[in-house]
């Protein structure tokens, strides 16, 4: 691994360069080499060791560009990419297999109908500035994996990420076939213009809109990883030491500018005050000497960002019970905790998207649930710390991205796991096989023996109401239910259970048949000569 940190300074692609990357990468998977599955594996190695050598660059970029503790950017972001990298490079031969485990009337086995992995084609990944390495280059392990050609768009929020970014992609990876794109939104609006195969964009809803209503335009599919208001619900069944831990924990990671990360908490009433306390001494452990001082605490990454931020702070009506330190100089702004009474408070209204968040005092899980959906019905991540009939009751009653159970977003931080949002925080998934998938068209293949033209001949001109009832016959299937709805249990039924060895279809129950046929002579074969299977 090499030692040079040294990073070149940040500089926009010009206009004209926009368009000769966008042509280039087209062109590139025109030249059909992306479908060679061993063409990207060696893409996904090179990676591999491009991020590998250049692993001092990338923890001086992330701290340069927002105060990022070296264990951070090690733990969430490189070796999180490079988890995800490894599982891609150990499975990718198996995702890419065609599916012939298909659903579909025997009849029709004789056309071995089969499903291809495609790749998509030229794609543009779109990244943030929260985590601007991984949240680039775990999108472009997908596109690589399914044989896209990309173009990263970095943002120009983190700055010598987006450079270091640029140095990998074009020393490491294969000239022509992927490039990183710098600048602002004249450079982003030129990529826009351009037709994509598919367009990944991590961000904000606004931007969003904006980059949805252009890709509308030529019909261009999109993949939006979002964020929203983030709830979490505490009980008195909850362990409060734990679950202050916990949730602590959520808003100092990044310093709390994580998509995931909880906007506001219900409490129930009656353990309110010890949750407050709990939270308080989390808040002592973690930095004895206050978040200001040394270099484990991250920091806001602009001004525009803080001052927002600083501005939800200065307008609540609630009352702050932790933290609360703040100071634009250095971009600072301790993890706070405000105590609210009412979700028109600013502090419910808006995504923090930072270290400071709301506690909503409840009755019970009822009210948090009918909280949760009034405040924001489709969050990106829910968080629930209650009872076992609790947290089932929250999972089955709010919709979210995903939810973890008794922790802080931890859904998210298993780099394999399919990760995406719903609704507004977002659409489709990455990560793992779903990042594979994300990039990759599923196309359906028959091929049609010519002797079979005569079980065909239902189709045919002129049509024969004879043929036409001998194919309905062959392919129908009476109902297992009654015209209420209800399953129908009665003689029939358990003699298909009984002659279908408990399958839904005659295809299965065919193959299970066999087996058990095969096994029984083999059984039998056995048992009078253990040797007779292999001279017979």
């Known amino acids: 691994m090499a030692t040079d940190t040294k990073i070149a300074p940040f500089e926009a692609t010009s206009l004209e360069e926009v368009a000769r990357y966008a042509g280039g990468v087209r062109a590139a998977y025109a030249s059909q080499k992306t479908k060679d599955i061993e063409w990207r594996l060696v893409q996904l190695r090179k990676l591999y060791w491009g991020i590998t050598d250049c692993t001092p660059k990338l923890i001086a970029a992330l701290q340069q560009d927002i105060g990022k503790p070296s264990s951070e950017a090690l733990l969430t972001e490189i070796s999180f990419c490079l988890s995800d990298l490894n599982l891609t490079l150990k499975k990718l031969k198996t995702w890419a297999k065609d599916d012939t485990d298909l659903d579909y009337p025997l009849t029709f086995a004789a056309l071995k109908p089969r499903v291809r992995k495609e790749p998509l084609g030229a794609v543009l990944i779109i990244g943030p500035y929260n985590f601007p390495m991984m949240l680039n280059l775990s999108p472009l392990v997908g596109a690589i994996s399914a044989g896209c050609t990309a173009i990263i768009k970095p943002s120009e929020g983190a700055p010598a990420t987006a450079m270091v970014l640029k140095e990998i992609v074009e020393t490491y990876l294969d000239p022509g076939s992927f490039y990183v794109v710098n600048g602002a939104i004249p450079e982003t609006t030129a990529l826009l213009n351009e037709k994509w195969a598919k367009i990944f964009y991590t961000g904000n809803p606004m931007v969003a809109r904006i980059v949805s209503k252009k890709a509308a335009e030529t019909l261009t599919p999109v993949t939006l990883e979002l964020g929203g208001r983030n709830p979490a619900f505490v009980s008195k069944a909850a362990n409060l030491a734990l679950t202050a831990r916990r949730l602590l924990w959520g808003k100092t990671m990044n310093a709390g500018q994580v998509c995931m990360s909880h906007n506001y908490v219900c409490v129930e009433r009656d353990v309110l005050e010890d949750f407050i306390k709990y939270l308080n001494a989390s808040f002592k452990d973690f930095f004895p000497d206050g978040p200001k001082v040394g270099q484990g605490y991250g920091r806001i990454v602009n ?10 702070l200065d307008t609540t009506r609630g009352r702050i019970v932790m933290g609360g330190e703040a100071d634009r100089s250095e971009l600072y702004i301790a993890p706070t905790a405000v105590l609210v009474d009412s979700i028109d408070d600013p502090m419910m209204t808006s995504e923090s998207f930072g270290p400071i968040w709301s506690i909503y005092p409840v009755k019970d899980v009822n009210e948090a649930i009918k909280i949760m959906n009034k ?10 710390f209650g009872s076992k009939a609790e947290n089932e009751q929250v999972l089955n009653s709010v919709t979210s991205g995903g939810a973890s159970i008794n922790d802080a977003y931890m859904h998210g931080s298993v780099s394999t796991l399919p990760f995406g949002g719903v609704g507004e925080s977002g659409t489709g998934a990455y990560h793992g096989r779903a990042s594979f998938d994300c990039f990759t068209h599923r196309r359906t293949v028959v091929a049609t023996p010519g002797w079979m033209d005569k079980l065909l001949r239902v189709r045919y001109q002129p049509h024969s109401p004879a043929d036409l ?11 297992d239910f009654d015209r209420d709805g209800r399953p129908i249990t009665g003689f029939s039924y358990w003699l298909w259970m009984l002659f279908g060895l408990g399958g839904p279809s005659a295809k299965g129950a ?18 009078f000569d253990p040797l007779s299977p292999f001279f017979s």
């Open 510 to 527: 065919l193959l299970r048949w066999l087996t058990l046929v095969l096994a029984a002579r083999f059984a039998y074969s056995t048992q």
């Open 375 to 384: 405040v924001d019905p489709t969050p990106l991540s829910l968080m629930t």
């Open 303 to 312: 001004e525009r960002q803080f001052d927002r931020m600083k501005n939800m």
């Open 469 to 479: 009832k001998r194919f309905l016959w062959i392919n129908g299937q009476t109902p």
